[in-house]
């Protein structure tokens, strides 16, 4: 399930405030990212497909069973 078009309107990043775009993530972040979550989804597996990327300053914070998780802690850090 996509993220909500009217949710991602009213989300910024919470590091610098600019707006996010909705990316699809690589395989290998995917995983790593469900192996991480696994622990706090007792009952069904995490599915991890997309996350959020700040415009401005890059980081992506990544979206877990449709839930974007907007923690500055749990983002990606920018892509080179
Ligand atoms: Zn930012």
Same mark, same amino acid.
């Given at each position: 399930m996509p993220v909500d078009p009217q949710l991602l309107e009213i989300l910024? &990043?919470?590091? &610098?405030?600019a707006d996010l775009e909705v990316v699809r993530l690589d395989t290998a972040t995917a995983e790593a990212l469900v192996a991480k979550y696994r622990d706090k989804f007792r009952d069904e597996e995490p599915v991890v497909e997309e996350g959020l990327r700040c415009a401005s300053c890059r980081k992506t914070y990544p979206v877990v069973s449709d839930i974007p998780v907007m923690l500055v802690e749990e983002a990606l850090p920018a892509a080179e």
């Open positions: 910024v &990043c919470p590091a &610098c405030k």
